[in-house]
């Protein structure tokens, strides 16, 4: 079994920036890839970020170029930095583990964005 454990949400106003943390325990040799998604109500969990198993990275186009994901790999946590936030990034945010069904999920950290 592999426990993540989101932080670093809140609010903060447009233009505004957040930090991420996801850190793995467990059965910490099946949390490869470690990524980000996010889900806004009403719609269907998307992706954010991610590593591949080759520890390259992928990003949502709606992302690229304002977020950042990386990796402290001796402390088994996955960052996500977000710059330059808009409205329309508000979601829960989730970090997920695992390279094949079943995935891993944490519980969400919720990222408003809003003046």
């Known amino acids: 079994q592999v426990q993540l454990v989101e932080s670093g949400g809140g609010l903060v106003q447009p233009g505004g920036s957040l930090r991420l943390s996801c850190a793995a325990s467990g059965s910490i040799f099946s949390i490869n890839p470690m990524g980000w998604y996010r889900q806004a109500p009403g719609t269907q969990r998307e992706l954010v970020a991610t590593?591949?198993?080759?520890?390259?990275?992928n990003y949502a186009d709606s992302v690229k170029g304002r977020f950042t994901i990386s990796r402290d790999t001796a402390k088994n946590t996955v960052y996500l930095q977000m710059n330059s936030l808009r409205p329309e990034d508000t979601a829960v945010y989730y970090c997920?583990?695992?390279?094949?069904?079943?995935?891993?999920w944490g519980q969400g950290t919720q990222v408003t964005v809003s003046s």
């Open positions: 997920r583990a695992g390279g094949r069904l079943p995935y891993y």
């Open positions: 590593f591949t198993l080759y520890g390259s990275t």
